[in-house]
């Protein structure tokens, strides 16, 4: 089973910044557009930021536009989420996931190979 691992999540204070990595040690990411979402508790899972296969084309939800930035590094194999002026409103589980079918965004739905996920709380 193909599955994605995400890194670099934990405690942060408001204000803060953190970065995630999401990376693949069975397949190379090159070829997909890979999204980056998160639950929180009690919530349905959303759609973060996305970055078409590229890294030429990227999406984000409002609520992030402008404080997260993704990026990626096919040499390697690696899709970064640059998280700034974090608030506790972002505390979450952080997953990254691969599109596979259908609309590219926001949909979950149509991303697969779901990792762990990477816990990320911001408070005081």
């Known amino acids: 089973q193909l599955q994605l691992v995400e890194s670099g999540g934990g405690l942060v204070q408001p204000g803060g910044s953190l970065r995630l990595s999401c990376t693949a040690s069975?397949?190379?990411?090159?070829?997909?557009?890979i999204g980056w979402f998160r639950q929180a508790p009690g919530k349905e899972r959303e759609g973060v930021a996305c970055?078409?296969?590229?890294?030429?084309?990227?999406n984000y939800a409002d609520s992030v536009k402008g404080r997260f930035t993704i990026s990626r590094d096919n040499g390697k194999n690696t899709v970064y989420l640059q998280m700034n002026s974090l608030k506790p409103e972002d505390t979450a589980v952080y997953y990254c996931?691969?599109?596979?079918?259908?609309?590219?965004?926001?949909?979950?739905?149509?991303?697969?190979?779901w990792g762990q996920g990477t816990q990320v709380t911001v408070s005081s």
């Open positions: 970055i078409s296969n590229s890294g030429g084309s990227t």
């Open positions: 069975r397949f190379t990411l090159a070829p997909y557009t």
């Open positions: 996931a691969r599109h596979v079918y259908g609309r590219i965004w926001p949909n979950a739905n149509n991303y697969a190979d």
